[in-house]
């Protein structure tokens, strides 16, 4: 294989946000008078905001609107940015993908606001070439969409593209677009690779060009 690009999933790849998420949703959920605490912390990772909306619109308010709920949560996000952590290694490989040629890209399936969020406080948004988001795509993930559309913005095959997930929605997504998956902290992934330290990512494209 001929990896020319690294297309990466963020949030629990790139960085942990599951913990500002909750804490976002939980937010907005108090203003409106709305309990969720029936359901399980984890109930909605890996879940993107429209999903999310789905299953609990019923409990808010019926006048409220899906734009202004999801604009609320992004609010609350973005003001409490600082709470993000970055995950170990994050950083550090995106630069030395970037010294040795390697093209890349996000792909997410949380909201532009989210996203641009999450690239601003990584500070790595010089070093990608664009950001696919929720808001950019007709079907998320596990579609394939967010993936082919990476491809075909960067003009190449997905023979030479290696998506890094961590959740199965989009491990279903980069698969089902053709390209080389490397499951980061999830060996339960149907992936070509598994990695628990994302600086292990540089012998995967190694092997790979080797191949």
Not at 12 to 41: K, M
Request: glycine share 6%; with cysteine.
């Amino acid at each position: 294989m001929n990896i020319k690009a690294v297309l990466w999933d963020i949030d629990g790849t790139l960085v942990d946000s599951e913990p500002l998420h909750l804490e976002a949703l939980l937010a907005v959920c108090s203003r409106f008078n709305v309990d969720i605490s029936d359901l399980p912390d984890d109930t909605f990772i890996g879940v993107n905001l429209n999903g999310v909306w789905d299953a609990l619109k019923h409990r808010f308010p019926d006048d409220l609107s899906l734009n202004a709920w999801k604009a609320s949560i992004d609010e609350h996000y973005a003001q409490h940015s600082e709470k993000l952590r970055v995950m170990p290694g994050a950083i550090e490989t995106i630069q030395r993908l970037h010294a040795r040629g390697i093209r890349q890209a996000a792909v997410s399936n949380s909201g532009r606001s989210v996203v641009d969020t999450n690239l601003a406080f990584l500070g790595i948004n010089a070093l990608f070439e664009f950001s696919i988001s929720l808001d950019d795509v007709s079907e998320p993930k596990p579609a394939p969409e967010p993936y082919l559309q990476a491809l075909a913005a960067m003009n190449i095959e997905s023979s030479q593209a290696l998506a890094v997930e961590d959740s199965r929605a989009g491990a279903m997504s980069a698969k089902a677009a053709g390209l080389t998956l490397v499951a980061y902290n999830n060996p339960g992934l149907p992936a070509d690779a598994w990695i628990d330290d994302l600086g292990d990512l540089d012998s995967v494209i190694s092997n790979s060009l080797a191949n």
